[in-house]
C-alpha cells in the first residue's frame, strides 16, 4: 500500500513550500481514511511517492482518476 502526492510543477514553489503542501495533503487524506486501511498502511511502512504533474489540468485528470477507482484524495490549495 502507498501514498502518492502529486505536485504541480508548473507552480515553481521552492522546496520548503512544496514539502509542507505535500505534507498536508498527507494529513488530509490519512483523516479521510479508513481506520483499518491507515492500520495496515502503517504496519507495511507508511510509503510515500511523491511525482510532479505538469498543471493544474493534469493534476485534476489524475484527482479524476483516483476517485473513480474509489481512493481516498484530497486537493490543497494555498
Not at 34 to 60: C, F, P, R, Y
Not at 62 to 76: D, F, H, P
Amino acid at each position: 500500500m502507498k501514498q502518492v502526492i502529486l505536485v504541480r510543477e508548473d507552480l515553481g514553489m521552492p522546496l520548503g513550500k512544496a514539502c509542507a503542501q505535500a505534507a498536508h495533503a498527507s494529513v488530509e487524506c490519512v483523516l479521510k481514511s479508513n481506520s483499518n486501511k491507515i492500520q495496515a498502511w502503517k504496519k507495511e511502512g507508511m510509503t510515500k511517492i511523491v511525482l510532479g504533474v505538469k498543471d493544474k489540468q493534469h493534476l485534476l485528470l489524475k484527482m479524476r482518476q483516483a476517485k473513480t477507482e474509489g481512493l481516498v484524495s484530497a486537493l490543497i490549495e494555498d
